[in-house]
Protein backbone atom coordinates (compact mmCIF):
# COMPACT_ATOMS: atom_id res chain seq x y z
CA UNK A 1 0.00 0.00 0.00
CA UNK A 2 1.19 3.41 -1.19
CA UNK A 3 -0.53 6.68 -0.13
CA UNK A 4 0.66 10.44 -0.76
CA UNK A 5 -1.32 13.77 0.16
CA UNK A 6 -0.38 17.03 0.10
CA UNK A 7 -1.99 20.12 1.23
CA UNK A 8 -1.43 23.85 1.21
CA UNK A 9 -1.66 26.26 3.92
CA UNK A 10 -0.94 29.76 3.47
CA UNK A 11 2.74 30.01 1.83
CA UNK A 12 3.27 26.28 3.67
CA UNK A 13 2.93 22.69 1.89
CA UNK A 14 2.67 19.91 4.58
CA UNK A 15 2.87 16.64 2.93
CA UNK A 16 2.10 12.77 4.25
CA UNK A 17 3.24 9.82 2.56
CA UNK A 18 2.46 6.55 3.83
CA UNK A 19 4.24 3.26 2.42
CA UNK A 20 3.33 -0.59 3.87
CA UNK A 21 5.20 -3.36 2.65
CA UNK A 22 7.03 -5.59 4.60
CA UNK A 23 8.08 -2.60 6.38
CA UNK A 24 5.73 0.58 7.49
CA UNK A 25 6.75 4.17 7.09
CA UNK A 26 5.28 7.08 7.74
CA UNK A 27 6.46 9.92 6.28
CA UNK A 28 5.55 14.00 7.37
CA UNK A 29 7.29 16.64 5.69
CA UNK A 30 6.18 20.71 6.43
CA UNK A 31 8.14 22.99 3.92
CA UNK A 32 7.58 26.35 2.87
CA UNK A 33 5.70 27.11 -0.71
CA UNK A 34 8.04 27.56 -3.69
CA UNK A 35 6.92 30.77 -5.46
CA UNK A 36 9.41 31.45 -8.17
CA UNK A 37 8.95 29.72 -11.76
CA UNK A 38 11.97 28.04 -13.01
CA UNK A 39 12.45 25.26 -16.19
CA UNK A 40 14.00 22.18 -16.48
CA UNK A 41 14.17 18.98 -19.41
CA UNK A 42 12.78 15.80 -18.60
CA UNK A 43 13.93 12.20 -18.76
CA UNK A 44 11.30 10.71 -20.71
CA UNK A 45 11.88 10.00 -24.54
CA UNK A 46 9.15 9.30 -27.12
CA UNK A 47 9.55 6.07 -26.73
CA UNK A 48 8.39 6.20 -22.65
CA UNK A 49 12.03 5.46 -21.96
CA UNK A 50 14.36 7.86 -19.57
CA UNK A 51 17.93 8.74 -20.01
CA UNK A 52 19.68 9.18 -16.82
CA UNK A 53 19.73 12.17 -14.64
CA UNK A 54 21.70 12.49 -11.31
CA UNK A 55 21.74 15.82 -8.90
CA UNK A 56 24.80 14.97 -6.46
CA UNK A 57 24.52 17.44 -3.44
CA UNK A 58 27.44 17.04 -0.82
CA UNK A 59 30.00 15.36 -2.99
CA UNK A 60 33.20 17.14 -4.06
CA UNK A 61 34.08 17.63 -7.72
CA UNK A 62 36.74 14.41 -7.52
CA UNK A 63 34.00 11.94 -5.46
CA UNK A 64 31.18 12.76 -8.47
CA UNK A 65 33.51 11.94 -11.19
CA UNK A 66 34.87 8.63 -8.90
CA UNK A 67 31.19 7.67 -8.85
CA UNK A 68 30.52 8.26 -12.33
CA UNK A 69 33.09 6.31 -13.39
CA UNK A 70 32.07 3.80 -11.45
CA UNK A 71 28.85 3.53 -12.57
CA UNK A 72 30.08 3.94 -16.06
CA UNK A 73 31.78 0.31 -15.56
CA UNK A 74 29.01 -1.48 -12.79
CA UNK A 75 26.07 -0.37 -16.09
CA UNK A 76 28.19 -0.20 -19.41
CA UNK A 77 26.97 3.31 -19.65
CA UNK A 78 28.03 6.00 -22.19
CA UNK A 79 29.52 9.23 -21.72
CA UNK A 80 28.70 11.79 -19.00
CA UNK A 81 27.96 15.44 -19.05
CA UNK A 82 28.32 17.10 -15.99
CA UNK A 83 27.11 20.05 -15.06
CA UNK A 84 28.40 22.77 -11.67
CA UNK A 85 25.43 24.68 -9.98
CA UNK A 86 26.22 28.37 -8.56
CA UNK A 87 26.68 26.57 -5.10
CA UNK A 88 29.78 24.27 -3.11
CA UNK A 89 29.76 20.64 -4.06
CA UNK A 90 26.59 20.37 -6.16
CA UNK A 91 26.64 18.84 -9.64
CA UNK A 92 23.82 17.22 -12.16
CA UNK A 93 24.99 14.66 -14.41
CA UNK A 94 23.21 13.45 -17.45
CA UNK A 95 24.02 10.20 -19.53
CA UNK A 96 22.31 9.85 -22.33
CA UNK A 97 21.86 5.83 -22.52
CA UNK A 98 17.90 5.14 -22.53
CA UNK A 99 16.11 2.59 -19.67
CA UNK A 100 12.76 1.85 -18.98
CA UNK A 101 11.38 3.68 -15.69
CA UNK A 102 12.30 0.67 -13.23
CA UNK A 103 15.65 0.00 -14.63
CA UNK A 104 16.69 3.85 -14.60
CA UNK A 105 15.19 3.99 -11.15
CA UNK A 106 17.48 1.15 -10.45
CA UNK A 107 20.16 2.68 -11.21
CA UNK A 108 19.68 6.13 -10.24
CA UNK A 109 19.00 4.77 -6.72
CA UNK A 110 21.58 2.48 -6.20
CA UNK A 111 24.12 6.40 -6.65
CA UNK A 112 24.62 8.96 -3.93
CA UNK A 113 22.52 11.52 -5.72
CA UNK A 114 19.94 13.62 -3.65
CA UNK A 115 17.37 10.75 -1.96
CA UNK A 116 14.19 13.49 -2.60
CA UNK A 117 15.80 13.46 -6.27
CA UNK A 118 15.99 9.67 -6.50
CA UNK A 119 12.61 9.05 -5.64
CA UNK A 120 11.38 11.94 -7.85
CA UNK A 121 8.64 9.74 -10.66
CA UNK A 122 7.02 8.48 -7.48
CA UNK A 123 6.62 12.05 -6.25
CA UNK A 124 5.82 14.03 -9.62
CA UNK A 125 2.37 12.80 -11.06
CA UNK A 126 4.21 12.59 -14.31
CA UNK A 127 6.87 9.91 -13.73
CA UNK A 128 9.68 11.09 -14.43
CA UNK A 129 13.03 13.40 -13.30
CA UNK A 130 13.34 16.91 -13.85
CA UNK A 131 16.81 18.72 -13.84
CA UNK A 132 16.84 22.68 -14.13
CA UNK A 133 17.89 24.20 -17.31
CA UNK A 134 17.33 27.69 -16.50
CA UNK A 135 18.09 30.41 -13.61
CA UNK A 136 15.66 30.00 -10.34
CA UNK A 137 15.33 32.63 -8.34
CA UNK A 138 18.87 35.12 -7.76
CA UNK A 139 20.74 31.14 -8.73
CA UNK A 140 22.53 30.98 -12.16
CA UNK A 141 21.92 27.97 -14.50
CA UNK A 142 24.02 25.03 -14.26
CA UNK A 143 27.07 25.70 -16.19
CA UNK A 144 28.48 22.76 -18.18
CA UNK A 145 31.88 21.50 -16.57
CA UNK A 146 32.85 18.54 -19.25
CA UNK A 147 32.41 15.52 -20.51
CA UNK A 148 33.08 12.22 -19.23
CA UNK A 149 34.28 9.89 -21.72
CA UNK A 150 33.06 6.30 -21.51
CA UNK A 151 35.66 3.61 -23.09
CA UNK A 152 32.83 0.46 -23.20
CA UNK A 153 29.15 1.53 -23.18
CA UNK A 154 26.03 -0.49 -24.68
CA UNK A 155 22.34 0.52 -25.95
CA UNK A 156 20.25 3.26 -27.05
CA UNK A 157 21.13 6.99 -27.13
CA UNK A 158 18.36 9.53 -26.99
CA UNK A 159 19.05 11.88 -29.84
CA UNK A 160 16.58 14.80 -28.78
CA UNK A 161 18.18 14.94 -25.44
CA UNK A 162 21.39 15.23 -27.37
CA UNK A 163 20.23 17.87 -29.61
CA UNK A 164 18.85 19.97 -26.45
CA UNK A 165 22.24 19.99 -24.61
CA UNK A 166 23.59 21.11 -27.38
CA UNK A 167 21.04 24.05 -28.38
CA UNK A 168 20.66 24.93 -24.49
CA UNK A 169 24.71 25.05 -23.58
CA UNK A 170 26.03 25.30 -26.88
CA UNK A 171 28.25 21.94 -26.74
CA UNK A 172 29.09 20.45 -29.46
CA UNK A 173 28.43 16.53 -28.85
CA UNK A 174 28.58 14.59 -32.55
CA UNK A 175 26.11 12.21 -33.31
CA UNK A 176 26.33 8.64 -31.66
CA UNK A 177 26.22 5.22 -32.87
CA UNK A 178 23.63 4.01 -31.45
CA UNK A 179 21.25 6.63 -31.47
CA UNK A 180 17.27 6.90 -31.24
CA UNK A 181 16.80 9.22 -34.40
CA UNK A 182 14.28 11.05 -32.59
CA UNK A 183 14.79 14.24 -33.55
CA UNK A 184 11.27 15.82 -31.76
CA UNK A 185 11.84 17.88 -29.05
CA UNK A 186 12.20 16.93 -25.58
CA UNK A 187 9.25 18.02 -22.57
CA UNK A 188 10.55 21.23 -21.12
CA UNK A 189 8.63 21.34 -17.33
CA UNK A 190 7.86 24.95 -15.54
CA UNK A 191 7.91 24.45 -11.90
CA UNK A 192 8.22 26.51 -8.61
CA UNK A 193 11.57 27.07 -6.66
CA UNK A 194 12.22 28.91 -3.63
CA UNK A 195 14.20 31.76 -4.83
CA UNK A 196 17.22 30.38 -3.34
CA UNK A 197 17.28 26.72 -3.28
Not at 36 to 49: A, H, I, L, Q, Y
Not at 91 to 101: D, S, W
Not at 104 to 128: C, E, H, V, W
Request: glycine fraction near 4%; include cysteine.
Amino acid sequence: MRFFQSISILDYTFSVKLTTYKVFSLTFLFVKTPDKETFGMTSRCKDGKHILFFDFDGLTLKETVEEIYFMMGRYELTDFYLFENDIENSYHAVCLNKFCLSEAMDIIGKSSADRGFKNAPYLFKRRRWVLRVSPKGNRNKPKFLKRIKSKNFTGDISTAHRIFLNLNYDLKIKPYKFEDNFKEDIEICSYNTGANC
